[in-house]
């Protein structure tokens, strides 16, 4: 198991990577090591179906489930996905899946085996209002891979606008303080005790007191996309923080 600083703010105590070694933070580049790193891909691709079925097999695939997913050029021209990235994918949503659709006690279960040392139960539930995006009560292929490929592959202001996402709860478009606290907490009650420093018990309260206050620069107790999107990008330990997507997702 990774360590981590539990956060997806990065820790507003820790010297940026960017000043520490001299160099400006850059994109993670895209190599397969990258993608399996996120949990949500070594799930899907835990009950991959053997090596050896070909592109058509694959695109036959996407006509024998429940729901029918979008089809393989369209959802590579929608994502940075390879198409043969996206019938190992597929491949391994269907086997888990059948119905094509992913309900929200699956994504708690998926947490629960990636992270046995902490309660993951409620950065689940945050995590999957995030990628339900029509909020039905499901996510669709589609809905999942678009998701995934902006946390391992998508620019720092998709990335950022997705994080804006997960931490306005409510989608009413702000983010309070009490918001920022319940996604912040969530994470270190996943991460349980592989953290590195050992945390204190206030140490939620803090960071989010001292981001919180960066962030909210008209002091009216809300963050909007703009206040969110500004602050990250000309804070350098946040943007050096934005590769800890890959230790929670």
Not at 76 to 83: D, H, I, L, N, S
Not at 194 to 207: Q, V
């Amino acid at each position: 198991m990774k360590v981590s600083d539990g956060s997806l703010l990065g820790d507003p105590g820790r010297t940026p990577l960017s000043r520490k070694e001299g160099v400006k933070w850059q994109r993670p580049r895209l190599t397969r090591q990258a993608l399996m790193r996120c949990c949500l891909v070594k799930w899907i691709l835990s009950s991959t179906a053997p090596q050896g079925s070909d592109s058509s097999d694959s695109e036959l695939e996407l006509s024998t489930v429940r729901h029918q997913p979008e089809g393989l050029d369209q959802l590579q021209a929608q994502t940075k996905f390879t198409k043969k990235e996206l019938q190992s994918l597929y491949r391994g949503f269907k086997n888990e899946c059948p119905t094509g659709l992913v309900d929200e006690d699956t994504f708690k279960l998926i947490y629960s085996q990636f992270f046995p040392q902490g309660d993951s139960t409620t950065y689940a539930h945050f995590l999957f209002n995030a990628f339900d995006a029509d909020r039905n009560g499901a996510i669709r292929f589609e809905d999942f891979v678009v998701g995934l490929s902006i946390l391992l592959r998508g620019t720092v202001h998709e990335k950022l606008k997705w994080a804006f996402n997960l931490y306005d709860i409510n989608k009413d478009g702000y983010i309070t303080k009490e918001e920022m606290l319940a996604i912040v907490k969530s994470i270190y009650d996943m991460m349980g005790r592989h953290t590195y420093p050992i945390l204190r018990e206030d140490a939620p309260l803090e960071h989010v007191e001292r981001f919180f206050q960066k962030m909210d620069r008209n002091q009216d107790g809300v963050v909007t996309i703009d206040e969110f999107l500004e602050t990250c990008q000309k804070d350098e330990n946040i943007m050096s923080s934005m590769q800890l997507f890959e230790n929670v997702i």
